[in-house]
């Protein structure tokens, strides 16, 4: 593949002179660029058409030894038979087809759930659009976290690192600048930010050049096309079991053909029970039956905001032992609002928290309004010049748009009667610091007079750090940090989201870049308190996680004392002694892997983390024997969210670098969300268990009425025919309609799956031989008993294949239960099963009185008493199982 071209196109170098322009495009431009370029979206894959999805569904083994057995057919004469096969062929290839045409239909609509977003400037107005309508000449803002939209050449940058990796395969990221005022610089030689790349860090301003499949990565996809998709590690196991199914029923066939051909029976009729064999007890439908149990579960959870992005992370969720959660918009609704203010000298000020901005008031108790708010101004300054929100007035309503904490102080200061453009002129921009968590503060340098002024917002512990003076209202006093931090905890300890401000000024202007060297000697402000409710679902979610033997965790950047005001209104379960802090932590990961093990065996509440503390503490979770689902929406949480169990990303507020690593994405950002993936997961991997047991137990009985047969000297019990009809045709569909049984609604009351607990557990095991051993061992009793009756090898055989459809027919209703007792089930709970069961019998009982079918399977109908005796025998497999469900419900209680 040749290189990737970064250069930009003569068409997109047309719009290079506009780059210093802050207004961006016109709507008017923008949509008459779009209507030349078309829109900014990746060569789609090309769907496959139905036919080819048809002819893919020869593509098996087991097929070929079908169309083998129809060639031996035609070679002994017997036509009839290689038709049936042919039929069969053809049934099964429709069937086939139709599942996995739907599948990747629904799969389509899906990915339409996760258009990324891009901000860009039209009109001079920072706005949000969907990220297919950019268009060449767009102005486009990029920030840590997201992920570049288009290729662009980027005019102002700041602090700016992109992960390349997926394009040049270089792990680290790659620092973007642009040359000092003065260079010579061209349209090649400025930096250039490729579609799909990462931001990691910091911000930048880039102009758009190409689009689409204009981009590199567009012509890299037109030229791969569509790229492979692994298989689940669920159904990698199932693969290896039906491998030893396979050699386990080669060698059993073998057998039998050895003892057939010393008995004398034909080699072509026991080639072909061979093969009926193989088809009975490799479970080739279950694949298939996985696949569709999964996406039925997927859309379940896509309509209620839980959009999965690897299928089998449907059956990980509900496996988890523990979520590791952060607060912020997960808990809490994300909708920070500044209410309190302190300032140094104690004064406490109050902000109405009315969604009305222009209306609301700062007041202090026994403080006059305006007095009240001309004591806020400084700090409200130092608020919004260091911000890089913004408000929007659309429809007489004013949007906040940029990161919650920056939008809640522009409301505030708002409130406060600041306004943005007023103060931007009065304080001309030099540069800025943006936030970063490690920094924990951002700030801003303005030209004020004949020197330049610094203002600060950020931790207030750091903060506090960075000041020798504090503003007692008539001016700067020695700094008391022990009272400021007092105040500092009494505002946490309430619940609130603590933010400080500082100031200071520079008489001679700055000298040199402006950097951290500025940051002392600054005059303290004050601290703002805001609030960030607990969504009102997420108590019950919480006791629904406990009830289902889910234990959660809280991981946060938050104060301990703010961290435990939300976590006990939440409604976790913890002591004093589970809190525990970044420190901490980083403590005990100093001291080596065991001492973090024991400190995550104990706590619950992680306060003061950085995020890069958050995948140390999800692997030592999954060291202690836990199943971790964790949650993230930054940047930083990439690598916890890729290395847990299951990664959680939040849709609204996350970050396009952490919906890349994760498995899971969240639309609502709502814990209560993520709990219905629980219960969605286990009832898809309880689907999968009812579907394993009625194939693998019906396909086993199907060899043991062999084994019992022909060694003792039995005629065939089913001819080769028979057995095709029995597995392809009338058990085809039941195990598709066995998945989709709806959730018992008890998934959340018992503990979850043990990591390592195999698929086929002693439960599973005993009721698999039990169902073997009626179907097989009853199918078997009543052939050699019709046989003593004098009845003839065909007429007995008829009845034996009837006893089976309707064996099956049995085990599938009893199998949408593991526990329940099928007569606790509501009966049309899963009507598409009821139908699949009606279906096989009433095709059953027609091909009885078609010519073609009744000659090809050599079956007949039969009599009302014959009818009573076959229900009679069926019922044997029900009164078994219901058996085994009530010794299983008492060994539970």
């Known amino acids: 593949m040749e290189a990737l071209n970064t250069t930009a196109p003569p068409s997109a170098r047309n719009f290079a002179g506009t780059a210093a322009a802050s207004s961006g495009l016109t ?101 949000q659009i969907e990220a297919r309508f950019l268009v060449q000449g767009d102005l486009v803002l990029l920030e840590a976290g997201g992920k570049v939209p288009a290729d662009m050449m980027l005019v102002e940058v700041n602090d700016l690192l992109c992960d390349e990796s997926l394009l040049t395969g270089e792990s680290m990221p790659v620092r973007k600048t642009i040359s000092s005022p003065g260079s010579a610089i061209d349209d090649h030689s400025r930096p250039t930010a490729s579609a799909g790349t990462l931001i990691t860090r910091g911000r930048a301003k880039g102009l758009v050049i190409a689009t689409g499949r204009s981009t590199g990565i567009g012509r890299i996809a037109a030229e791969i096309g569509k790229a492979s998709v692994s298989q689940p590690p669920l159904m990698i196991r199932l693969a ?51 696949s569709v149990a999964l996406a039925i579960s997927m859309r379940r959870m896509a309509k209620k905001n839980v959009i999965v992005r690897r299928l089998p992370a449907v059956e990980s969720l509900g496996s988890c032992t523990l979520i590791a959660t952060d607060k912020t918009g997960t808990l809490t609704l994300n909708e920070l609002t500044v209410t309190d203010i302190r300032l140094p000298d ?140 007092r105040q500092m905890a009494e505002m946490a300890g309430r619940g609130l989201r603590v933010l400080a401000f500082a100031e200071g000024a520079i008489d001679d202007g700055p000298e040199g ?42 991981v946060t950047g938050d104060d ?45 509440i992680y306060a003061r983390v950085a995020p890069s503390q958050k995948l140390a503490i999800v692997l030592s979770l999954a060291r202690n024997g836990h199943f971790v689902a964790v ?90 025919v028979q057995l095709l009809w ?14 989709a049984e709806r959730p018992e609604g008890d998934e959340l009351s018992r503990p979850p799956r043990r990591p390592g607990e195999p698929i086929f557990d002693r439960i599973m095991l005993r009721r698999i031989l039990i169902s073997t051993v009626v179907i097989g061992g009853g199918g078997f009793a009543l052939f050699a008993w019709l046989l003593r009756q004098g009845y003839e090898v065909d007429a007995a055989r008829n009845m034996l294949l009837l006893l089976f459809v309707m064996f099956e027919n049995v085990q599938t209703l009893t199998s949408r239960s593991e526990r329940r007792s099928v007569f606790s089930l509501a009966f049309f709970g899963n009507p598409l099963l009821l139908a699949a069961i009606v279906a096989t019998q009433a095709l059953h009982i027609a091909a009885m009185y078609v010519p073609w079918f009744r000659d090809t399977l050599e079956i007949a109908p039969i009599s009302l008493m014959e009818w009573a005796l076959m229900l009679l025998a069926a019922s044997s497999i029900l009164i078994a199982t219901e058996l085994d469900k009530w010794r299983l419900r008492r060994v539970i209680r």
């Not at 600054?522 to 609030?531: D, E």
């Open 27 to 127: 709507r008017i431009e923008a949509a008459e660029r779009l209507e030349r370029f078309g829109l900014n979206l990746l060569p789609a894959p090309a769907a496959s058409s139905f036919v080819l999805t048809f002819l893919r569904q020869f593509k098996s083994p087991l097929i070929y030894i079908l169309l083998l057995a129809a060639a031996v057919s035609l070679l002994v004469s017997e036509a009839a038979d290689a038709a049936f096969i042919g039929v069969v062929l053809l049934a099964n290839g429709l069937i086939g087809a139709v599942q996995e045409h739907s599948a990747s239909r629904a799969a389509a609509a899906l990915r339409a759930l996760e258009e990324p977003i891009a901000t860009v400037i039209r009109d001079g107005q920072i706005t």
């Open 240 to 290: 290896r079991f039906s491998n030893i199914i396979a050699w386990t029923v080669g060698g059993v066939s073998l057998l039998l053909i050895a003892i057939g051909l010393m008995r004398g029976l034909a080699w072509n009729e026991l080639f072909l029970m061979a093969v009926g064999l193989a088809v009975s007890a490799i479970p080739e439908g279950l694949p298939i039956a996985i």
């Open 631 to 720: 949650t993230g929406d930054g940047v930083n949480d990439a690598p916890a969210l890729k290395h847990a169990h299951v990664g959680v990303a939040m849709g609204r507020k996350g970050t396009d670098v952490a919906k890349e690593s994760a498995d899971i994405v969240v639309t609502d950002d709502n814990f209560a969300s993520i709990v219905t993936g629980i219960r969605e997961g286990r009832a898809a991997y309880g689907n999968i268990r009812k579907v394993i047991l009625m194939l693998v137990a019906t396909g086993g009985a199907e060899i043991l009425l062999f084994m019992l047969a022909i060694p003792l000297g039995l005629p065939m019990p089913l001819l080769p």
């Open 513 to 554: 870049p402006f950097g951290p060297h500025h940051l002392t000697d600054l005059v303290f402000l004050g601290i703002c308190g805001m609030q960030d409710p607990v969504r009102p679902e997420v108590p019950q979610a919480i006791r629904d996680c406990h009830a289902a033997g889910v234990e959660v965790a809280m």
């Open 560 to 604: 301990p004392k703010t961290a435990a005001a939300i976590a006990s209104e939440a409604g976790l379960i913890f002591q004093d002694d589970q809190i525990t802090t970044g420190i901490e932590v980083q403590a005990a990961e100093n001291a080596g892997a065991s001492q973090l093990d024991d400190l995550t065996r104990r706590a619950r």
């Open 346 to 485: 104690g004064t406490d000020l109050a902000i109405d928290a009315s969604m009305d901005l222009d209306a609301c008031v700062i007041r202090g108790a026994g403080i006059d309004p305006d007095i009240a708010r001309q004591r806020a101004a400084k700090l409200l300054k130092a608020a919004l010049l260091p911000n890089e929100g913004s408000l929007q007035e659309e429809g007489g309503r004013w949007r906040g748009v940029g990161d919650t904490v920056d939008v809640a102080l522009l409301e505030a200061a708002h409130k406060g009667g600041l306004r943005a453009d007023e103060l931007s002129d009065a304080y001309p921009l030099i540069g800025r610091i943006a936030y970063e968590p490690d920094l924990k503060y951002a700030a801003s340098l303005h030209r004020s007079g004949q020197g330049a002024h610094i203002f600060v917002k950020g931790s207030a512990d750091v903060l506090i750090g960075m000041s020798d003076r504090m503003d007692a209202g008539h001016g700067p006093v020695s700094i008391d940090r022990d009272a400021l931090l």
């Open 726 to 739: 029995l597995n392809l045709v009338t058990n085809g569909i039941q195990d598709v309609a066995l998945v």
